[in-house]
């Protein structure tokens, strides 16, 4: 009978952890990001670094489609233009593109923060080096 109520009193701390690995509030936009005018993120031809309130930007007219080559760009590849921007803790976006026209989104991650869509401009990002489609 001890046995029992020990079980008893132990099963509501087996079962209160959820197990979701999917915090939506950890979520950041910081660090770099790839974009694609397809949904196919091999036709990546643009990527987006996102550091402590500022968006650089890489171009690349024939990328081999693979993040390694992403990966192999510095500071020194980034466009000149800056675009200052702020993320908040309900997930919106806002980008000052040029003197006051500012980017605003609602972002939504999926693919454990790998992936996010916006409901702006941009449409998608995949977080460089994640394993998203």
């Known amino acids: 009978m001890k046995k029992l109520i020990l079980l008893l009193l132990f099963i509501p701390f087996i079962f209160s ?7 939506i509030d950890e979520y950041t936009i910081e660090g770099k990001w790839i ?15 996102f550091v402590n309130g500022v ?7 024939t990328c081999p489609g693979d993040d390694a080559y992403w990966n192999s760009l510095d500071e020194s590849d980034r466009l000149p233009s800056t675009n200052p921007y ?30 996010l869509l916006m409901d702006g401009e941009f449409s998608h990002l995949w977080r460089l080096s ?3 489609q």
């Open 17 to 23: 952890c959820s197990g979701n690995d999917d915090p």
């Open 86 to 115: 702020t993320f908040d803790e309900n997930n919106i976006l806002r980008v000052d593109l040029h003197h006051g026209n500012e980017l605003v989104a609602l972002i939504t991650f999926e693919c454990n923060g790998g992936k």
């Open 55 to 61: 968006r650089y930007t890489y171009y690349c007219i």
């Open 35 to 49: 974009w694609s005018p397809s949904e196919n993120r091999a036709d990546a031809n643009t990527m987006y670094e």
């Open 130 to 132: 994640s394993d998203c």
